[in-house]
């Protein structure tokens, strides 16, 4: 059993038992989506991370085990053309460009890190249809001149 | 000269100029991504906007014109490999999964919209670096049973 | 099993009990096509619709839980080189500029949903040679402007 | 100048002169979306029908001509993840399946011609947003047993 | 087991049986193409026809059944760098333009079918090293105008 | 000017002059697919082929010289995803396996030759509609073993 | 078991066994690298060489039953990026160009066969390093014209 | 003018010159393929051989520079489905997994090198048809340990 | 179990054996990057070497049978979108281009060697955040003129 | 003229008037790598070091203006399948599974910058043949829990 295998366990063990994501973030003390996003294999889990959240929805020894082993954060691990997925893809498309350039005015050659991220998810009342809110929050990098 | 051309000539008379991206937001009294967004080619400008931003940066009639094309915002808008725009990639690659079952979760079947869209920059003060924040704000669209 | 593999066997249970799939749709109440979509894997389906169609086709427990995981809709679930399918890939190839500039001259800047969206599908009988006939009915989204 | 850019410069005429696309479709005595398509670049125009327009845009003499060339018709006319295009495009990986299996249940073993085929684009009036309706008509075409 | 599988199944029976190809499309009343086709995997056989290929090679009730499964016509059904196949696939690069034209101008506006198609294939004497000779032989069909 | 240059400019000469293909092909003493192959860039042409269809057609020197260039085979000398030519295509996907055999069966190991080669168009009368007929024959050619 | 999992077989008990694959050729009276490209899956194998090498290589009958199977010349016979083959791939790309100009200027317009082919292998001795030797050896096929 | 335009300008002039390319291996006094190779492009050449190769042809000077600028060694220089450059291609393709074993046999972990590595063309007679005969000489390279 | 599943073997039985990658290269009496890399299944492992690793880390027979079958040192051993390795991928994006023209200036026409090849892993204290330094020491290869 | 030409401008004026990399390195005060690579095009340029390298070089003043353009460090700043560029993709493709897992033994869930990164270039003098020595020197970061 690989992470991503077991990802998909524990989506099926909290469906059938009607444990939510934000129960499960709560458990491990972690935000939503941190705690989502290791679960479903794209950040790693300490033993005692995987046993807790094991204990909580009637895991398997193997799935538990499975959920300590390294992250799966390449390619692989998801379908861009998923509809979902794909509109994110299009802003990257769309955006991308623009915001390639304010950060360059802004702080100068560099980058917003990808990895000194953070990243909230949030529902937002409207009345005319309710909106799903992303906070991207990265550190800036400074291209190095030596 | 295509809609991406007009960009290019914005750009170049932007930073001759001394004019900033915040300034043309300013005279379009349109948000900041928005303006960088439609300059660069993404997003339908009128004959009036084109026109006051060619008097701004003194931009030739050709560019001006050309500035009211029809917006360019397929894969060739953009380099997916480019540094800064590839950590949104990634972004996309390592959340994605997550980000797609929280909303299945949240608000049932159905996408974040990338049309009926706002995306915000902002910078963040912070005494380890200062950091780069960008809030994505779609509405929910529920998938139609019928 | 996966959601696939539960299409693949409710096909087979299908063709071998002599049920239709007008027959699965009057069962579900819904459309023929959202009907046949959900069942090959590509919409979700609640416990109870997927229980009534394991009862009339005789299915499985397992194929019948493997109906309630999420819909498959990335690009794995469909080989556009397929014959039929790629004749609607073409008609996008062929038409898609004129539908796009149409779009933009009749409602302005914006798209035709694939979310709340309906497909009908019909069989029109002609002298010639009887026709198919699809009716896309998609909501229209503006570009949102902020 | 090729045929492509002959569209483009149709395009651009038909911006600046105010003349819409039904008013060139009644020009031609033909549909709206056959008549759109044919002036991008799709479908052949004979000597005749490119002068007609061309008299009605104040169309260069070497734009006429290029308007009689044989049409593009291959994947380079079209971006297929430009936003308006990818809907339809998503609409064939989603529905593909199901569309596939829905004619070879009613039909037979064939397909539906892309070629023996019309396309009707209309508006549809709807208190909650209007709505784009597509009607894909294609003669089916049994597949040959010999 | 699924189509390709029973298709390759057939092959090693087969082969140990010594029953040819021709055998086989005797025992079918089908031409040699389509019933080398079929039982492959890329045309539809009913249960009938696929007992009987059962009976003649000695085939498992798995196999016959996997033989009526729907036809496999996609890209994944050929490996088209295997050399045989390659040659082919030259064929359709070097001499497709040439095809397209004269399609054009002898018949107008339009295609010939991939559907309404026949193949056959022969071999021809020739003291110089025989010759492997296949017609196409497929309906021309004209664009629709409308 | 390049050799597909070349090409564009005999067909354009060809419409506008209202010499057909089977016209120069028997101003060359060659066949109809050779001939169209040649002048539009797969095949070489001698001075004297060049110079004689030049004659005929009227072609600058400079289109002359460029007939003599060496022939393009490779990719980019055609679309396989324009409607006509990618018929050819998927008659390779969905009878190249078939064919493999049937060649394996009946000459041995080896290829059907895309040289040593001949290619036939026909149009073939029909009362249901005329047919496209293609003859392809080429020299088999065994695999050494050594 | 497949042909190239019989290949893996063949190569894991020559190395149990010390056979070498000079042994080999020699036992089937072949060259060496035919031998080795037969045995690993790129040539056919009657049953009796299958038998001859079942016997020396102490191989099961299900291994030497699936040596007989048709051989697998496709791309997924081999990663063109596995270091040592990618050696041969970039020495196309290099010399690509200079060796069909070399070839059409002696030979005429044709190719040199890679079916009608012979490939040795060998060791040259050198003070610097020994050197990897290979003599690629294939008829000339002039193109047909007709 | 870059470096491949300049090696189309040497194949213009030498084939109205009548200068073979053997002639020109004498005149920079090096073997037949690395002269052909490096005028095409794929071999730096210093100003005096580009200047002797210049006064042969009788070449532009703007040519002559544009000989001495670096060599085009990438997948840009060829087209490897080009006829002649793909029967190499597909002989790595099914020669390559046996190469790559016998190398491991005879020499060790390593590979052939394709830079200190020698290329000869010979045509070797042969009542049954001319052959083409290529020697690749490449050094053995041993895989470091450390 | 093929190479890759041997080396996904041992790394779970370091993990829980508590060994690191220092001590295997002590007990292996190699550098840390080649026996990583050869334990993850990229370099060449005798028994004797299988044998103590086996020992020391109480892997099953069948996984020290593995570790001697060939190295796989081809695209799929590793996924390039991988975040850790997609900052190399990069790096060779970004400076490849200088690194060429440096080497050819420094060192003439040729390549640095990734067989005659070392690579080394360091930590770099560093007040502002530790880190990583990789060394890269390859043979300058001359092109061979002849 | 874009970044790229302006930086295969200078690499003209650089081989005509004999100024070596390392001359323009201690002419703008920088490492020989960030300068080369600057000058190509991959790092930003102010006005200031443009116009000190184009009173070197003699540049025209075009030149200069273009070197001041945003870096392009996309994929298409270089080709990868150039033989030197690619040894170095070969390393990230042998070497980068060994290095992805020392980076997490030492350092933990993290990666080595590509941002706050140097790269040095040096020549070691080696009786067996020179090496080319690269200094890759990244900081460490790690992924934020939150």
Same mark, same amino acid.
């Given at each position: 059993?690989? +992470?991503?295998? !077991?990802?998909?366990?524990?989506?099926?063990?909290?469906?059938?038992?009607?444990?939510?994501?934000?129960?499960? !973030? /709560?458990?491990?003390?972690?935000?939503?989506?941190?705690?989502?996003?290791?679960?479903?294999?794209?950040?790693? =889990?300490?033993?005692?991370?995987?046993?807790?959240?094991?204990?909580?929805? @009637?895991?398997?020894?193997?799935?538990? /085990? !499975?959920?300590?082993? $390294? $992250?799966?954060?390449?390619?692989?691990?998801? /379908?861009?053309?998923? $509809?979902?997925?794909?509109? =994110?893809? *299009?802003?990257?498309?769309?955006?991308? $460009?623009? =915001?390639?350039?304010?950060? !360059?005015?802004? &702080?100068?050659? @560099?980058?917003?890190?990808?990895?000194?991220? *953070?990243?909230?998810?949030? +529902?937002?009342? /409207?009345?005319?249809?309710?909106?799903?809110?992303?906070?991207?929050? @990265?550190? &800036?990098?400074?291209?190095?001149?030596?």
């Amino acid at each position: 059993m690989d +992470r991503l295998e !077991a990802g998909a366990a524990v989506e099926i063990a909290r469906q059938k038992s009607g444990v939510s994501w934000p129960d499960l !973030a /709560d458990l491990l003390c972690r935000s939503l989506v941190w705690t989502t996003s290791a679960l479903l294999g794209q950040q790693p =889990l300490t033993l005692e991370q995987a046993q807790l959240v094991g204990d909580k929805l @009637g895991l398997d020894a193997e799935v538990v /085990d !499975a959920l300590t082993l $390294p $992250p799966v954060r390449g390619a692989r691990a998801v /379908d861009t053309s998923e $509809p979902v997925v794909y509109r =994110l893809q *299009e802003m990257v498309q769309v955006y991308g $460009p623009a =915001l390639q350039r304010l950060i !360059a005015e802004e &702080f100068g050659d @560099g980058i917003m890190s990808a990895i000194d991220f *953070e990243l909230e998810f949030e +529902r937002k009342q /409207d009345p005319k249809g309710d909106r799903v809110v992303l906070t991207l929050n @990265g550190k &800036f990098l400074p291209y190095r001149v030596w």
